[in-house]
């Protein structure tokens, strides 16, 4: 006789038989931005949050006042597409795991900027692609 499922595991509530949320880690939504971002051709900026946890575990107070003054509240990934060959149309685009919020300074910069907030890999690729298209566009039809 096989052992019982556990609930973490299971797909369907027993009681319910209503498909629960699957849940993605945020750094796994980060890794396929970063293959999709790649694979398309698009730059991306981005501080990884390995650098982020050495910032805050081992970088003098000084150094840690000057980076969080310099780029604290940024997205997860600012994206860049040449535009005419005089400017870059770029892309803010945060990743969140379902149920994250943006904290403090993300929130005030994410309404001046615009940013874009992806909470599945399906979110992630649509995303991306109208920013790819947007940018095709600009550059004129024959980009399209």
Same mark, same amino acid.
């Given at each position: $006789?096989?052992?019982?499922?556990? &609930? /973490?595991?299971?797909?369907?509530?027993?009681?319910?038989?209503?498909?629960? @949320?699957?849940?993605?880690?945020? /750094?796994?939504?980060?890794?396929?931005?970063?293959?999709?971002?790649?694979?398309?051709?698009? @730059?991306?900026?981005?501080?990884?949050?390995?650098? =982020? #946890? =050495? *910032?805050?575990?081992?970088?003098? @107070?000084?150094?840690?006042?000057?980076? #969080?003054?310099?780029?604290?509240?940024?997205?997860?990934?600012?994206?860049?597409?040449?535009?005419?060959?005089?400017?870059?149309?770029?892309?803010?685009?945060?990743?969140?795991?379902?149920?994250?919020?943006?904290?403090?300074?993300?929130?005030?910069?994410?309404?001046?900027?615009? =940013?874009?907030?992806?909470?599945?890999?399906?979110? *992630? $690729? #649509?995303? *991306?692609?109208?920013?790819?298209?947007?940018?095709? &566009? $600009?550059?004129?039809?024959? @980009?399209?």
């Amino acid at each position: $006789m096989s052992k019982p499922i556990p &609930k /973490s595991k299971q797909l369907y509530s027993r009681n319910t038989r209503q498909a629960q @949320e699957i849940k993605i880690p945020e /750094s796994k939504l980060q890794k396929l931005a970063d293959d999709y971002l790649e694979w398309n051709g698009v @730059e991306n900026i981005r501080i990884p949050d390995f650098v =982020w #946890r =050495w *910032i805050a575990r081992k970088a003098p @107070e000084g150094v840690k006042i000057a980076l #969080r003054k310099a780029l604290g509240g940024i997205p997860d990934n600012t994206c860049l597409i040449p535009i005419n060959g005089l400017y870059s149309l770029c892309l803010s685009l945060e990743l969140k795991a379902k149920k994250g919020v943006l904290h403090g300074k993300q929130k005030n910069k994410a309404k001046k900027l615009s =940013w874009q907030i992806a909470r599945s890999p399906e979110e *992630i $690729m #649509r995303i *991306i692609d109208k920013f790819i298209f947007d940018a095709a &566009k $600009m550059n004129g039809p024959d @980009e399209l």
